[in-house]
């Protein structure tokens, strides 16, 4: 099992920045992808960047430019730094752990923290 800790997020001005970090906790950690993905208000889950233990990034096209992820894995840690922030970026915000080595890897969702950007 891997528990997940996020914080970050909250009320935002437009044109402002937002720091989330991630910690992950538990068993069979590495080798890993994480990130974030985010649902804004009636609308499906959609991805914003994961990043795994390789280096692998990947981030969706409505961030590119003004959105950048890194990891600490000696703290189980990633982190999204997104600048520029725009109304349209209101969303809950999920932290996503993927397993990938294993038998049956596994994924794990955290709870979700919410932004709001205000215009």
């Known amino acids: 099992q891997v528990q997940l800790a996020e914080s970050g997020g909250g009320l935002q001005q437009a044109g402002g920045s937002l720091r989330l970090s991630c910690t992950a906790s538990?068993?069979?950690?590495?080798?890993?992808?994480m990130g974030w993905y985010r649902q804004p208000p009636g609308k499906q889950r959609e991805l914003v960047a994961t990043?795994?233990?390789?280096?692998?990034?990947n981030y969706a096209e409505s961030v590119k430019g003004r959105c950048t992820i890194s990891r600490n894995d000696a703290l189980n840690t990633v982190y999204l730094e997104m600048n520029g922030l725009k109304p349209e970026d209101t969303a809950v915000y999920y932290c996503k752990f993927a397993q990938l080595l294993g038998r049956n890897p596994n994924h794990y969702w955290g709870q979700g923290t919410q932004v709001t950007v205000s215009s």
């Open positions: 990043m795994t233990t390789y280096g692998d990034t």
């Open positions: 538990g068993n069979n950690l590495s080798p890993n992808s």
